[in-house]
């Protein structure tokens, strides 16, 4: 008899457009939320969208309450989780960047209550997605947790934040092409779980910016239209795996061991971008779709070699060889490359010298 079930948990309302920052409230009431929220927010988002929301709230009679963070952290998580007991908030609102909105779902998921994300800058697709990310110490963790009840992306914003966190997004996005790769090698060789359908879902997102690259460019509110769009998808993807295994495989290992040996080198998009055209050559060689990856990422301006990264041929190198003994989730990398190898592949995609 077939047994087999799944919960999928996904946002309930998604909300993408110029101006829609506004229309924060109407979510709020369409989502029949009651009591007061607290907003969880970063200095310069708090300005640009967390105020303007504010005064929307108070001018519908409720009071929020404001907490600012300045770190991505575990502790950052525990002052917000008190932050809210203090304020008696029965919902949070993550508005800002991925910092911002993965502390307000850490801190929901914990205090087993809601949370809507605003996001200001279309940098990562965790705005949407049931995982959190925040470093400890030379590390960073995933942690798992509950998708937002509802996202608010405006288009307009996105557009204005700086350009670079706008391209680690699109970045990000395309590495979900190596990610998927090494998902399907899993599956065959160690029968981990595997959805089809978030594997398609995966794949798209990263084509519609591989196919639409020559159309992201700083300022347009259209480039913001597109990455939104492809980032709901991703974080959708990983929701209906209930896993980070859509958009999270030996890239994604390459960059968290570049943030233990050179920390705060690049942007976590940047780096999974580079370490894709590197594990894409791995599981296709020449006539992979390596250069493809690799000419949508120079497209949009993000890196695509260490010197562009801020980061030496030898760190790269490190991160190559020992990447693989990060987590127990395998990848293309197996049980790891020796230098010599690791040499071949960084020098024949030109992300070494």
Request: net charge negative; proline share 4%; charged share 25%.
């Amino acid at each position: 008899m077939f047994e087999k079930s799944t919960w999928i948990r996904l946002p309930r309302n998604v909300v993408v457009g110029h101006g829609v920052i506004d229309r924060v409230v109407d979510v709020v009431d369409d989502l029949h939320l009651q009591g007061r929220p607290l907003f969880v927010t970063s200095p310069t988002p708090k300005d640009v969208a967390a105020d303007p929301i504010a005064a929307d709230f108070e001018a519908a009679g409720i009071d929020p309450a404001v907490v600012t963070v300045e770190t991505a952290s575990f502790e950052a998580v525990e002052d917000v989780i008190e932050a809210a007991e203090a304020a008696e908030a029965a919902y949070l609102i993550g508005i800002g960047g991925g910092k911002a909105i993965d502390i307000a779902k850490m801190a929901s998921h914990h205090l087993e209550m809601g949370f809507l994300s605003v996001p200001t800058a279309a940098s990562h697709d965790g705005v949407i997605s049931n995982r959190g990310s925040v470093p400890d110490g030379d590390t960073r963790h995933s942690v798992a947790a509950k998708p937002p009840l509802a996202v608010v992306a405006d288009t307009e914003v996105l557009s204005q934040a700086p350009w670079e966190l706008t391209t680690a997004g699109c970045a990000d996005i395309i590495s979900n092409y190596t990610a998927v790769m090494d998902w399907r090698l899993a599956k065959r060789l160690k029968d981990v779980e595997y959805s089809e359908y978030a594997a398609a879902l995966s794949e798209m997102t990263a084509e519609i910016l591989v196919d639409n690259a020559d159309l992201i460019r700083p300022g347009l509110e259209e480039s913001a239209w597109v990455v939104s769009k492809a980032l709901m998808s991703s974080g959708v993807a990983m929701s209906i795996a209930d896993s980070s295994r859509p958009a999270s495989g030996a890239e994604h290992l390459f960059s968290h061991q570049l943030d233990r040996l050179a920390p705060d080198a690049a942007l976590h998009g940047h780096q999974v971008g580079v370490g894709s055209i590197m594990t894409a050559y791995l599981h296709g060689g020449e006539d992979g779709i390596w250069r493809d990856i690799r000419d949508a990422l120079n497209s949009i301006d993000a890196p695509t070699t260490a010197a562009e990264l801020g980061i030496d041929d030898e760190t790269v190198l490190e991160a190559l060889t020992t990447c693989h003994a990060i987590r127990d989730r395998y990848t293309i990398l197996g049980d790891g490359m020796n230098e010599r190898a690791a040499l071949e592949v960084a020098t024949k995609t030109g992300v070494i010298d």
